[in-house]
């Protein structure tokens, strides 16, 4: 029988590393003093392009732009 004493409290909670650093990143940008934490918070976007592939051929990509909910 496997052992929980070696698994990430992160994997043990239920989420990604992913999900983990996020929450983690989230946290020190709230810690920041003015104006590293404007400057910080609007480096926060993420712009990403995804393709859907049909036929072993892309697809014309979106463009999607998202911003963490606050």
Do not use: Q
Request: glycine residues 2%.
């Amino acid at each position: 029988m496997a052992s929980n004493a070696a698994v990430p409290f992160w994997r043990a909670a239920g989420m990604t590393y992913i999900t983990y650093s996020n929450i983690c990143a989230n946290l020190v940008r709230n810690c920041l003093k003015e104006p590293y934490k404007t400057e910080a918070l609007s480096r926060e976007k993420v712009h990403f392009s995804i393709s859907k592939w049909t036929d072993g051929k892309p697809e014309k990509p979106t463009i999607r732009s998202d911003s963490p909910e606050e």
